[in-house]
């Protein structure tokens, strides 16, 4: 119960905290920049402080605000009626240049572990992934070692099928170090490609499983060197 307790008590917090960020910036970004009359340092205060309010953070809101003056000097931005746009359009700029892809290999196995509480989206994710992977041309594998729950692994199942890749699988309340090395066994036998593996939800305060999650770990690195490569918390 108490470990319950703790973990509805994170989920709200990150909630309240993702609301409080979503309002400031959708209620007060919208009364500095309708309550101006041109574009000018004060408007550029007033903008990063409300930023840094909303848990933007300080570096990404100077890059922001640098980026909206280049655009000012530029002549591309002249009133505080199309800034509104242009911040949105700014950030999603400066977002996608930062994003990285997986440095994956093509001349061996890779292995992708997917962690995290229940109800978090793990399968969803994984499912995208493997439809992403699969759309660049890798050879991708889903491993249900999430075994607690049949539901688990039909989901698992479905998305394997929408991502048209094979699972490799045992029935519920099957080991699931077993199924990793059942995975490993077949990776082992076919070309490189990618294996991503899902896990029970678990807390860490759960001592038993986390030595669950350990005992995969162990499996992995002792039939695959290095393995996992990745270990995806998803949250």
């Not at 933007?56 to 505080?80: C, Q």
């Amino acid at each position: 119960m108490e470990a319950e307790n703790g973990k509805r008590g994170f989920f709200d917090r990150l909630k309240s905290g993702l609301a409080k960020t979503r309002k400031l910036l959708l209620t007060d970004v919208d009364d500095i920049l309708l309550g101006s009359k041109e574009i000018d340092q004060a408007l550029f205060d007033e903008l990063e402080e409300a930023l840094i309010v909303a848990d933007v953070g300080p570096a990404f809101t100077a890059e922001l605000i640098e980026s909206l003056k280049e655009k000012v000097k530029r002549k591309e931005l002249a009133s505080p009626e199309v800034l509104k746009k242009v911040l949105r359009e700014t950030m999603r700029e400066i977002l996608l240049r930062n994003e990285a892809p997986l440095p994956i290999p093509t001349d061996k196995t890779y292995t992708i572990m997917v962690v995290g509480v229940n109800g978090t989206g793990k399968t969803t994710t994984i499912g995208k992934l493997a439809r992403n992977l699969k759309e660049e041309g890798r050879a991708v594998t889903l491993v249900a070692a999430d075994t607690f729950r049949a539901a688990a692994i039909e989901q698992l199942e479905v998305w394997a099928k929408r991502a048209n890749v094979p699972l490799i699988r045992r029935a519920a309340n099957a080991d699931p170090a077993a199924v990793v090395f059942d995975a490993i066994r077949a990776a082992k036998a076919g070309p490189p490609g990618v294996l991503i593996i899902d896990t029970a939800g678990r807390l860490h305060t759960k001592v038993n499983l986390m030595e669950e999650l350990k005992k995969m770990k162990r499996i992995m690195g002792r039939e695959l060197p290095g393995a996992p490569e990745v270990v995806l918390l998803v949250l």
